[in-house]
């Protein structure tokens, strides 16, 4: 059972992170009771206890943004506890989807980390098109116009390598990754499937 030897601390509650169980971005930070975490494995769905209103509440029971919980573990001392969840809409009260978007200057993962929220994007590009999105007239035009522009985009990024410009080819690459995510996605390829390739690849 999930509730077996956890070690709540004096207000009965533990910590709970919760991460995207693509991504493995962190979307948000809240406490669990025994009810709570009881509830959570009964559901399948996270549930937490808010100490502010001293109620239990389901994540999402208003909003609709729910939260299916795919994995949970718990840390070596059993009194904090990883759901990697399914999220629906945003994690944040605030309408954004991570909680933790208030990125602190000079950090250096915060361009990586935006590669899955451009994949977001695009993705809603997708499923909702939008008249003067570049992104949604490339799914529009279909695969042999996004490979076309792909195919290009990766040559000019090869020749941006061979000239002293760095800025240059920086843009360039950033074209590449682009319309590659967008290639990826016309063909149903997530990011976290070719992460996981190359996971495999280096063990």
Not at 100 to 119: H, I, M, N, T, Y
Not at 132 to 158: M, P
Request: with cysteine.
């Amino acid at each position: 059972m999930l509730t077996d030897n956890v070690k709540f601390d004096e207000r009965g509650l533990i910590c709970a992170i919760v991460q995207d169980w693509e991504s493995g971005d962190v979307l948000m930070q809240a406490y669990m009771n025994e009810e709570a975490l009881r509830l959570t494995q009964e559901t399948g769905y996270a549930h937490y206890w808010s100490r502010s209103r001293k109620k239990l509440w389901k994540k999402g029971e208003t909003s609709g943004h729910v939260q299916k919980v795919r994995a949970a573990t718990f840390d070596c001392d059993r009194d904090c506890l990883l759901l990697q969840v399914e999220q629906t809409g945003a994690a944040c009260h605030t309408g954004s989807r991570s909680c933790f978007f208030q990125e602190e200057k000079g950090d250096p993962a915060a361009g990586v980390r935006f590669l899955s929220e451009l994949e977001r994007v695009i993705d809603g590009r997708k499923q909702n098109p939008e008249e003067g999105s570049y992104t949604s007239y490339l799914f529009e035009r279909g695969v042999d116009k996004i490979a076309k522009k792909t195919g290009e985009e990766a040559v000019e990024a090869v020749i941006a390598a061979k000239n002293d410009d760095k800025g240059e080819f920086v843009g360039e690459c950033a074209d590449l990754l682009y319309h590659l995510l967008v290639l990826m996605r016309e063909k149903d390829v997530k990011l976290s499937d070719v992460c996981t390739a190359l996971k495999e690849r280096h063990q």
